[in-house]
């Protein structure tokens, strides 16, 4: 099994010349052989005559040039033609003729260019053969040049047909590649919405609150450490985003960061002066798939946008792990300073609602009674990145 799939690809790996030479042969060899003589095919009714010299020539100008017939499937056809209608004047009647069916669907089905002139010359090659066939001939009814006129047209139909459908196939193809990439450059999109809005916006905080703090040296050092902190987390998460667009990605550490993660987060707010109450409820699965990155993502955004619109109002995590899904709820109380209620682009909380679709979850956010904002998130588990 092994010696005969080595041999098959080998073979594959062949020019398509070479891979189509033994056919050609083949015909040719027993185009040559006394006891298929006058068993080709018969056009115009001539009488069978016995092979000469140009039996030969017109043997091997219908058998040879199958070797090309991909390659250059015009060629093929031209000198396939041009044997065919020795063959038949003369009346040999080779086993060889079968070959201009095959070159004709060949052509059909290969060629590229001049398809349109290919087919008005060879309809007047075959008016010219046919007029010269009748003429020698014993007068055959018209109706039987029409009958094999026909079928020549109904192979090169069925070469053209072949050829569209494999373009078809080749331009869903393309179609399906390009989804999928734009699908990728929209999740990376994504992620570094995601990575750069919350870390940007946590140092900003942290930046405008250290102005206020010079006549407080070590709450100053502890704010612009939390900057210096923030930065280089921002870094480690953009190589991770990076990483994906390297063809090596894969062999390094996995890119979905564990929920366990969210306490970071949550630290890191809190250092940015946003009050953070986080609860944590179950014990996370062994695998969860894509639902451990949602749900840290929802937490991301979410805590983000309390920083920009609720800055310094209470603010509660709670992420609980079921059997089957991750429940993660993040809401403001409205007592902070910045905008009534998220505003913006609305990218953030939308993108974050079509990850949460995908997996087959349920995604709400808006204000809350009393004021303030929540968000929600049902994520089902084990779902595949």
Known sequence: MIDSRRALGLWRRLDVTVRDLPLGLLFLVASLLPSLQGHGTEFGGLPTRPADALAGVAAVL????????RRWPLVCLAL???????????????FAGTMLPIALLSAGMHLERHRRATVIG??????ALSAEMYRRGPGEAVVEFVAFYLTLALVWGIGAWMRSARAAEADRRRRVAEDARNAERARIARELHDVVTHHVTAMVVQSEAARYLTAAPERLDETLAGVS????RAITDLRHLLDLLNPDHGTAEPRTPPVGRVLTLVEQTRRAGQPVEFTEEGTPAASTGSSDLVAYRVVQEALTN????DHGGNTSVLVRH???????????????????????SGRGLAGLKERVDVLGGQFSAGRRDGGGFVVRARIPGGSVA
Do not use: M, N, W
Not at 84 to 94: E, M, P, S, V
């Open 322 to 344: 079921g059997e089957r899904e991750i429940t993660v709820e993040v809401g403001t109380d409205g007592s902070g300073t910045g905008a009534a209620s998220p505003g913006g």
């Open 229 to 232: 902190d923030t930065g280089r």
């Open 306 to 309: 309390a920083l920009k619109y």
């Open 122 to 127: 060879g309809t007047v090659a075959f008016a």
């Open 80 to 94: 396939v033609s041009a044997g065919f209608a020795l063959d038949q004047i003369r009346g040999y009647h080779l």
């Open 62 to 69: 219908q058998c040879v040039p199958i070797a090309v017939r």
